[in-house]
Nanobody, 126 residues
């Protein structure tokens, strides 16, 4: 089993940046693809970004393309989400997750992920 712990959230003004981290423990992290999702109050959990097990391929929601960057360092058992040019509508709890699937078509949907972190709050003021 893999356990995930997110960190790096906070309160920032519009246009600001944060780097979210997701540290993994348990079974070998490099065997899993990873994703980031977010959930605002009263809304469904939505896909943000994903990265293949090797880090060679990345995938983004249209709403964050050009602003967010997902990366991973398997040697540190950590996946990152760099969030730039933040907007108030980016305010949400951000969750990292990992999946055994290696087909990118599965990465957009939360039900395909095996393990989840507890979430880290990102709040963007106007």
């Amino acid at each position: 089993q893999v356990q995930l712990i997110e960190s790096g959230g906070g309160l920032v003004q519009a246009g600001g940046s944060l780097r979210l981290s997701c540290a993994a423990s348990g079974r070998t992290f490099g065997n899993y693809a990873s994703g980031w999702f977010r959930q605002a109050p009263g809304k469904e959990r939505e896909f943000v970004a994903a990265i293949s097990w090797s880090g060679g391929s990345t995938y983004y929601a249209d709403s964050v393309k050009g602003r967010f960057t997902i990366s991973r360092d398997n040697g540190k058992n950590t996946v990152y989400l760099q969030v730039n040019s933040l907007k108030p509508e980016d305010t949400a709890v951000y969750y990292c997750a990992c999946t055994h699937y290696r087909y990118s078509g599965t990465y957009y949907y939360p039900h395909n992920y095996d393990y989840w972190g507890q979430g880290t709050q990102v709040t963007v003021s106007s």
